[in-house]
């Protein structure tokens, strides 16, 4: 990944990448007829097949860059490419786990995963079978018939990660899909999802607030400046060796060198979004 704006395409004897934003800004209005930037020039590229988190302190416009991947925002300037087409509408090269899960409560688990392949017009039996599969790889094989309501948080992320995976997406978008978890269920949801991603040629963008987190399962950590008008300040590659287990990862000697110093980097930038809030407040 780049924080400079990505060269122009030449040939085709490299892959495109997976996601670049090229100069995007996001302008939106404020009800008294203002507005304001939430991120501005940025310039990102995420290969296929890379793991990116994206970190930055609260404001810093984390979600508004995953939604522009999505297609779900539309860039005020700057173009955001996928796969080197332009992203226009939804982006149908990606699933998309949001913070909170999209379950509907009055389908089962089973009708719930298998939601993305009938949208797309696959036969019920066979949106069933493939879903059952998918039920088994993440550990809910006896869930089928639940409701949501049913299911612990742990199982209901399985659920998700079932539903964004069933339709075999080229990118995997993911805003803080663990945050409600405690502690011991995220990390061994965070292993889950390495397990189904590693090998699987998937980029994936993960925004996080949790550093030890964004460090375990990427291979680059970005991080955004303090916002509005938020940009790429720095970018650090993991070069932790894969597979790795997230239950011991953290004690690892390489893992706390990183998060030394990316924290270091992170912090000045905290430290710039509390003192802005506070002269706001005080003024």
Known sequence: MSTTTPPDRRGDAAPEPALVWRGCTKTFETPGGGSYDAVRDIDLVVPAGRFVSIVGPTGSGKSTILNMAAGLLEASSGEVESFGAPVRGVNRRASYMFQQDALLPWKTVLDNVALGLTFAGVDTREAHDRARVWLERVGLKAFTDRYPHQLSGGMRKRTAIAQAWIVDPDILLMDEPFSALDVQTRQIMENELLNLWSG????????????????ALSDEVVILGAGPGSTVV??????????????????????????????????????????????????
């Open 234 to 283: 720095a970018t650090y590659e993991i070069d932790i060796p894969r597979p790795r287990d997230l239950l011991e990862i953290r004690d690892d000697p390489a893992f706390i060198d990183l998060h030394r110093e990316i924290w270091g980097r992170l912090k000045q930038e905290v430290e710039r979004t509390y003192a802005a809030q506070n002269e706001r407040e005080s003024a």
């Open 200 to 215: 699987s040629g998937k980029a994936a963008v993960f925004i996080t607030h949790d550093l030890d987190e964004a460090i």
